[in-house]
């Protein structure tokens, strides 16, 4: 009982260790050039 208890301590200190460094979310809209087009992508 003791070995699963640390077990499940071990994992959520991992866990809250390892979720914020994350990578943040692209941006909302992503502009570029193709052949001389513009091309424009906007997420929702």
Do not use: D, F, R, W
Request: net charge positive; with cysteine; charged share 10%.
């Amino acid at each position: 009982m003791i070995k699963n208890l640390l077990t499940c301590a071990a994992v959520t200190v991992l866990a809250a260790a390892i979720l914020p460094a994350q990578q943040p979310s692209p941006p909302a809209e992503a502009s570029t050039s193709i052949g001389g087009k513009a091309v424009t992508i906007k997420y929702h």
